[in-house]
């Protein structure tokens, strides 16, 4: 109850300062209420809600809620998948979703300033006008914010080329745990001033300090691009082929794989005329140079059909092209026809492992009785098992967590990680030792203490904390 009255002290103290619209602080059980969520699991109502419009603004709430040890947790639309705005200790939610003010794009240095409520996909369509992109694109890109991205680190299909969101970010506006406003990087490409902490807070997923505002890197759009679908029968060859599509210089600026399951989810759900009788399909996209691309296009299927691919088709229009993509965009939303709560996950492998991954896969699958479906970002070796299941049976729920765990097991024995774009949150945080070990786990703590000493900043979070096991039900 202490955090409780805490909470209330912030407020009241702040309202003193007349420093933020009364319309900006949300009290009451209602509104509240709306930010116990994300698209993950669990279920923590904050003491208050807080819309910040301006740097000055988080640094008195900060300030505040360090010196009364309130607890802060940032957020933007609240797409996260792993819990990372969950405020789990209650306390005060920062919602940044108001403050998109500032999206400036600068064509001769092609970087673009913006404020930490912008909608990602937005950043991307300003820097069209000036033929240039931001390349990192998550799925949710349409509808999460920049801040959210930065916090979490965020990928998405174009990340086998183009990397994802850090290798985008070239300085950054912080508010750090005592309220102080600093400056990380600049607006220039090389900066090797001193520790790199504009990489170390991005990812950090608001635990080290509050992203208020980010200098983001664009690149040349390309000129043209070609989608490609390729059919397998056997799921290990279409591993072959992505490695032999690598190997041979070409990198795809996406290369997506959905396995049996998925592929039948979707022909259910929509029929997009895709047969159910493979183990595999691959989604290709190469861009560039138009010419370029024809001969990489040619390239890239010769590789295929070396390496048992049934059929290769290449789309001759932008609008078969978005045709093929279609079944992919198709599977989440088909797959939980069949039950209502999906478990996605996003265990990365070694490319070379993804066959090995696939067969371990579909061992825990028959091994406890889940219904499991695979697709992914084949290309850098991130792979999304979805789980489909029912949180109202406790029995299912149980056998769900206990593949998760066996998931994770799985993805770090074969030398990869356990998260490659959805961050750690709460979802993760029981599983971090068993990849970083307790003295690098140690380790990460100690920059944790030394950033933030009385833990307010999105406290609860990535490190496991005493007895803490994976939980997919509510309580």
Not at 6 to 29: D, F, G, H, M, Y
Not at 204 to 223: C, D, M, N, W, Y
Request: hydrophobic share 40%.
């Amino acid at each position: 109850m202490n955090e409780n009255r805490n909470a209330t002290e912030l407020v009241q103290r702040l309202r003193a300062k007349q420093l933020i619209n009364e319309s900006r602080i949300l009290t009451s059980l209602s509104d509240r209420a709306s930010y116990a969520y994300d698209a993950s699991f669990g279920h923590h109502i904050p003491e208050v809600v807080i819309q910040p419009t301006a740097t000055e603004e988080v640094s008195e709430i900060v300030t505040l809620a360090n010196e009364l040890h309130v607890p802060v947790y940032p957020r933007g639309q609240g797409t996260s998948l792993s819990g990372g705005p969950i405020p789990v200790y209650g306390g005060v939610v920062l919602d940044f979703s108001q403050w998109d003010d500032r999206l400036e794009i600068y064509p001769d240095d092609m970087i673009a300033v913006v404020s930490p409520g912008v909608i990602t996909s937005h950043i991307d369509e300003a820097a069209k006008a000036f033929s240039m992109m931001y390349p990192p694109d998550p799925s949710s890109m349409n509808v999460s914010t920049i801040g959210g991205n930065l916090a979490e680190n965020a990928g998405g299909p174009r990340g086998l080329k183009y990397g994802v969101t850090k290798d985008y970010v070239l300085g950054l506006e912080i508010v750090t745990a005592n309220g102080d406003i600093i400056r990380t990087g600049g607006q220039t490409v090389k900066n090797v001033t001193g520790y790199d902490l504009t990489k170390l807070i991005v990812g950090s997923e608001g635990t080290l300090a509050v992203i208020t505002e980010a200098t983001l890197k664009l690149v040349p759009r390309p000129k043209a691009n070609k989608t490609m679908l390729v059919l397998f029968d056997d799921l290990i060859d279409s591993g072959k082929a992505i490695s032999a599509i690598l190997r041979e210089g070409i990198t795809p600026s996406k290369l997506e794989i959905m396995d049996q399951a998925s592929i039948k989810a979707v022909e259910a759900y929509q029929p997009t005329g895709l047969p159910i009788d493979v183990e595999a399909l691959l989604l290709i996209e190469i861009d560039g140079h138009p010419l370029a691309i024809e001969e990489e296009a040619e390239q890239v299927r010769e590789c295929c059909l070396k390496n048992g691919a049934r059929d290769v088709q290449i789309a001759k229009s932008a609008e078969e092209a978005s045709k093929f993509w279609q079944a992919r965009k198709l599977v989440s939303p088909a797959i939980v026809q069949v039950k209502p709560t999906k478990i996605s996950e996003d265990a990365t492998v070694p490319r070379s492992k993804i066959p090995e991954m696939f067969r371990i896969l579909k061992e825990i699958k028959n091994a406890n009785n889940i219904d499991l479906v695979v697709f992914g970002h084949a290309g850098d070796g991130n792979l999304h098992p979805n789980i489909i299941a029912d949180v109202r049976d406790e029995e299912e729920m149980k056998r769900v967590e206990k593949a998760v765990g066996e998931i994770f097991e799985a993805a770090i024995e074969l030398g990869g990680t356990l998260s490659g774009e959805h961050g750690i949150g709460t979802m993760k945080a029981p599983f971090m030792e068993m990849e970083l070990g307790a003295k690098g786990l140690a380790m990460m703590k100690t920059v944790k203490e030394s950033f933030d000493p009385n833990n307010i900043l999105n406290p609860g979070k990535i490190f496991p904390e005493k007895g803490q096991k994976l939980v997919l039900r509510d309580g």
